[in-house]
Nanobody, 124 residues
Framework: QVQLVESGGGSVQVGGSLRLACAASGFTLNRYTIGWFRQALGKEREGVTCITPSDGRTWYTNSVKGRFTITRNNANNTVYLHMNSLRPDDTAVYYC?????????????????WGKGILVTVSS
């Protein structure tokens, strides 16, 4: 059974850092595209970043480029989201997600499995 369990969320001040972790079970993480979405209050869920299985290519939405980094630890089947220079508009519930049939686009419709989500709050 596929499971994605997020951890590491919480509250941080503007300019601070957090690291989210997503522990995957029921499948081998490095065989599929995996990444993160987020949903702020009153807004649609948006793709944040993902990493592809074979060559480890990464994609980032424009608003997080240069601040967020996605990494993957194949030994413990975990993907991480390193978030630096956090801003109030980064406040959201962050969801780990996996796309089993990668078509090249990190979109909600392509996701096969979701984590339950974890809250990140950035305050000024």
């Amino acid at each position: 059974q596929v499971q994605l369990v997020e951890s590491g969320g919480g509250s941080v001040q503007v300019g601070g850092s957090l690291r989210l972790a997503c522990a995957a079970s029921g499948f081998t993480l490095n065989r599929y595209t995996i990444g993160w979405f987020r949903q702020a209050l009153g807004k649609e869920r948006e793709g944040v970043t993902c990493i592809t299985p074979s060559d480890g290519r990464t994609w980032y939405t424009n608003s997080v480029k240069g601040r967020f980094t996605i990494t993957r630890n194949n030994a413990n089947n975990t993907v991480y989201l390193h978030m630096n220079s956090l801003r109030p508009d980064d406040t959201a519930v962050y969801y780990c997600a996996v796309d089993l049939t990668w078509s090249g686009w990190w979109t909600r419709d392509a996701i096969n499995y979701w984590g339950k989500g974890i809250l990140v709050t950035v305050s000024s």
